[in-house]
């Protein structure tokens, strides 16, 4: 059951369903005050994450794999202690194998550094 708490926050659960009705005073496809609605699903519950692997593990690299029961993203952190792992979020890092093209802001779950487009 959806309900609103005393400071206007809306509270909800897992499964609960969420309609939202709204005016669009222009949909930009020349419609005017447009009765708009939108519903959703309430997905409290984490992914189920199965099969992890490291593979092709190099001297500076290695590519981590897993699968999960529905859509999720993932974040490996690595380092050389658990108080100094890094989650690899450079602007500059890819997936891709060496000499592959980049793209600037990709997660570096290979390991892979970025140079001029190009991973190396």
């Known amino acids: 059951m959806v309900r ?4 206007g926050v809306l509270l909800v659960a897992d499964t609960d369903t969420v309609t939202a009705t709204y005016i669009d005073a222009d949909d930009g496809q020349g419609g005017l005050n447009v009765t708009v609605t939108a519903t959703v699903t309430v997905d409290c519950s984490p992914p189920v994450i199965s099969t992890v692997q490291t593979i ?3 001297a500076r690299s290695a590519t981590v794999t897993f699968n999960t029961d529905e859509p999720a993203n993932g974040t490996v952190r690595y380092g050389s202690a658990c ?12 997936c891709g ?3 592959d093209p980049c793209t600037t802001g990709a997660d570096c779950c290979s390991g892979n550094r970025k140079r001029n487009g190009t991973c190396r």
């Not at 609103?4 to 400071?7: D, F, G, P, Q």
């Not at 108080?83 to 890819?94: E, F, K, R, W, Y």
Request: contains cysteine.
């Open 83 to 94: 108080g100094a792992l890094t989650d690899g979020n450079d602007p500059d890092c890819v």
């Open 4 to 7: 609103l708490s005393s400071a």
């Open 97 to 99: 194998v060496r000499g």
């Open 56 to 58: 092709n593990i190099q």
